[in-house]
């Protein structure tokens, strides 16, 4: 069965850190470039953060520039989103997903982050 399954939500405090990891079963994530999404209550979903799936080069929304790291580990087919220093707008459900150059694409279910005091 081919799934995505993030994990690593949680509340915590403005300043503190989180690590998301999407895990990938039944396929490969060799050959996919992973995007992170996020969506806020009441507003559309955005792209945080992607890296790709020839070169591990990297993007980030200006958003989150210089506090969350994407990274990769291809052994244990998943995929991590370092977040540092947050904040309450970071506040969201977080998604993985995993997409080949064909457009095809699987989407994770999502971990919920929130950020209050």
């Known amino acids: 069965q081919v799934q995505l399954v993030e994990s690593g939500g949680g509340l915590v405090q403005p300043g503190g850190s989180l690590r998301l990891s999407c895990a990938a079963s039944g396929f490969t994530l060799d050959y996919y470039a992973i995007g992170w999404f996020r969506q806020a209550p009441g507003k559309e979903r955005e792209g945080v953060s992607c890296i790709s799936s020839s070169d591990g080069s990297t993007y980030y929304a200006d958003s989150v520039k210089g506090r969350f790291t994407i990274s990769r580990d291809n052994a244990k087919n998943t995929v991590y989103l370092q977040m540092n220093s947050l904040k309450p707008e970071d506040t969201g459900v977080y998604y993985c997903?995993?997409?080949?150059?064909?457009?095809?694409?699987?989407w994770g279910k999502g971990t919920l982050v929130t950020v209050a005091s």
């Open positions: 997903r995993a997409q080949r150059a064909n457009g095809m694409a699987y």
